[in-house]
């Protein structure tokens, strides 16, 4: 591999790349709603001249480098959804979608993948096998986009022996291109709770005969937020927190009913097992308590996403053969990404690493209205996709 041509060539095409983000920043689209972007990747896939399938559980895109029949294979995936967040960055190419926003630099990883595609296609006769691109749809709406991508197997024909992707984030020190590697579980798994407390509605003159839903709400909230965590091993970690949407009736009457959500986050199937547990119980039991009856659903989210020592060691080897900046950090993520599925769902090896992308004016973290990225970064990202793929191929 030869990190000096590949950085020459991503130099060479950066300013199409920004061209092509700033593009699809104007134009954000929500999940399942993501029809231009859909054209938008393959009208730039025609260009390169790569083999394509739109319309892959929903908006999804699946696209090849290198002959489907090949004995080895590799995926890449990127995320192309936005969300229903208000820009307020003030940037010449904000979003024109309002309450739109790529807050999560979705835009970012769709360009930086085609970013990845061009220069592979460039290098095609210095690897052995096959590329796979997942643009990968409805990722940040829950159930997500990638288990419905497995079950339209995508992760066979050709097969993939291993995938491979990454997020942009937010840095302190206003670094830009670093890529943050961890073995193991890096990013928490998160689960919803949703929770609605059923009283008896009741006159204020005569509160003896209601059955007050807020008053019972309002303990509870107290209640999961600070004993779920401590029935849980330390070595097991798992966070619960509780967010409340209530709903009464009128001034001097006790509402009847309230409702809410708890985000669940674990480090491990231990935890998050344990954390389930607690919460169905402590809520029979204060529902008991205060004579309502609590009704809890659990709306199962993103798994555990588990970096394969090799995978990582890999990744360190070639971003850091071709020029890039990887570097070891002592604690995960506490984010949660659906990629988890694709190596959980097929048993397939898979890493998944976070790049510095600036912080811009205001320090502020992703889904924020006022993020700011640092373009500068998708150097760094395309010249470390390209790099893995060719470093896994040739091994």
């Known amino acids: 591999m030869n990190s000096a041509q590949i950085k020459a060539m991503v130099e060479d095409e950066f300013e199409e790349l920004v061209e092509i983000r700033r593009d699809l920043h104007m134009h954000p689209e929500l999940s399942e709603h993501e029809e231009r972007t859909e054209k938008a990747i393959c009208t730039q896939l025609d260009k390169l001249g790569i083999p394509y399938e739109a319309g892959v559980a929903g908006h999804g895109i699946i696209a090849t480098v290198g002959p489907k029949d090949a004995k080895y294979g590799i995926a ?12 307020c960055t003030g940037l010449p190419y904000a979003s024109v979608n309002k309450g739109v926003m790529h807050a999560c630099g979705h835009d970012l990883h769709t360009t930086m993948l085609l970013g990845a595609a061009k220069t592979l296609c460039h290098m095609r006769d210095q690897f052995a096998g096959t590329v796979k691109l997942i643009f990968e749809p409805s990722e940040d709406l829950m159930p997500g986009g990638a288990r419905a991508l497995v079950a339209a197997g995508v992760m066979e024909n050709p097969h993939v022996d291993a995938i491979f992707g990454q997020h942009v984030c937010p840095s302190e020190n206003d670094s830009v291109g670093r890529m943050q590697l961890y073995k193991g579980y890096f990013t928490s798994a998160v689960d919803l709770f949703h929770i609605s407390v059923h009283g008896k509605s009741g006159h204020g003159a005569a509160p003896h005969t209601a059955r007050d839903a807020i008053a019972c709400a309002g303990y ?13 091993d330390p070595m097991d970690t798992a966070v619960l927190t509780v967010g409340t949407m209530s709903g009464g009736d009128a001034v001097n009457i006790t509402a009847g009913e309230a409702r809410m959500v708890a985000v669940l986050r674990s480090f491990s199937d231990a935890g998050r097992d344990t954390a389930i547990q607690e919460v169905r119980r402590i809520c029979k039991g204060i529902g008991i308590a205060f004579d309502c009856d609590i009704e809890v659903n659990l709306e199962e989210g993103y798994a555990l996403q588990y970096n394969d020592p090799a995978m990582i060691d890999l990744v360190n080897k070639a971003v850091t053969a071709a020029g890039g900046k990887a570097e070891f950090i002592d604690k995960p993520f506490s984010g949660s990404e659906d990629f988890s ?9 898979s890493a998944f690493m976070m790049v510095d992308a600036g912080r811009g004016e205001n320090a502020v973290s992703l889904h924020n ?5 640092n373009e500068e970064v998708m150097k760094h990202g395309v010249t470390g996709l390209a790099a893995i793929a060719v470093e896994y191929l040739n091994q």
């Open 76 to 87: 890449i995936r990127a995320d192309i959804d936005a969300l229903p967040i208000t820009e």
């Open 369 to 373: 209205g006022k993020i700011v990225f």
């Open 341 to 349: 599925f694709f190596g959980k769902l097929t048993g397939t090896p």
């Open 220 to 232: 509870l909230i107290t209640v999961l937020q600070t004993v779920v965590s401590r029935r849980i």
